[in-house]
T-cell receptor, first 113, second 112 residues
Framework: DSGVTQTPKHLITATGQRVTLRCSPRSGDLSVYWYQQSLDQGLQFLIQYYNGEERAKGNILERFSAQQFPDLHSELNLSSLELGDSALYFC????????????FGPGTRLTVT | GQSLEQPSEVTAVEGAIVQINCTYQTSGFYGLSWYQQHDGGAPTFLSYNALDGLEETGRFSSFLSRSDSYGYLLLQELQMKDSASYFCAVSGRGSTLGRLYFGRGTQLTVWP
């Protein structure tokens, strides 16, 4: 158990819908990262927040957005969902913003039908 | 941009030693990390090399040669529970520090 929690564990929704994935980092960690893992794209970095501020952006679609709240939990919002958005979404956390050692949550498996 | 190459599959028997190689091309390299992921599970950090040489952590060791843009993960005394996917990941400098770019992963199967 990494100490990072993610909810929900599974999510099944229809195309065109909007969902919110939630992540609570390990106690004391200020940095939160979001990754998408799919069979064709592998594990892809989406976005990073550090102490409430966006720090780095990866291959995140415009339909996706995220934020980190004052209590340091983070939410990833996915809208206008397409079949290709079906994937495992992981949240990871670390103490500092530049960590190569990141602690991953159990993931949210999103299925878009 | 960044690109990483690692073998897609490796098989070995219990008790054996296996080496998983990773070559990378990246702008502004900072370090090479290794993660383990069991089926359907979360990636778990194994090791990190910022400098050339070998880092040892129990049965696992990781090596880096910055001049060759190459690293490897060495797993010794293989156990069945080591069957998993292994990912190398690079991080860059400056604004990309902390962003991990992952390889496609190497599926390790350990046979009894």
């Amino acid at each position: 158990d990494s100490g990072v929690t993610q909810t929900p564990k599974h999510l099944i929704t229809a195309t065109g819908q909007r969902v919110t994935l939630r992540c609570s980092p390990r106690s004391g960690d200020l940095s939160v990262y979001w990754y998408q893992q799919s069979l064709d794209q592998g594990l892809q970095f989406l976005i990073q927040y550090y102490n409430g501020e966006e720090r780095a952006k990866g291959n995140i679609l415009e339909r996706f957005s995220a934020q980190q709240f004052p209590d340091l939990h983070s939410e990833l919002n996915l809208s206008s969902l397409e079949l290709g958005d079906s994937a495992l979404y992981f949240c990871a956390s670390s103490v500092v913003a530049s960590a190569q050692e990141q602690y991953f949550g159990p993931g949210t498996r999103l299925t878009v039908t | 941009g960044q690109s990483l190459e690692q073998p897609s599959e490796v098989t070995a028997v219990e008790g054996a030693i296996v080496q998983i190689n990773c070559t990378y091309q990246t702008s502004g390299f900072y370090g090479l990390s290794w993660y383990q992921q069991h089926d359907g599970g979360a990636p778990t950090f194994l090791s990190y090399n910022a400098l050339d040489g070998l880092e040892e952590t129990g049965r696992f060791s990781s090596f880096l040669s910055r001049s060759d843009s190459y690293g490897y993960l060495l797993l010794q005394e293989l156990q069945m529970k080591d069957s998993a996917s292994y990912f190398c990941a690079v991080s860059g400098r400056g604004s990309t520090l902390g962003r991990l770019y992952f390889g496609r992963g190497t599926q390790l199967t350990v046979w009894p």
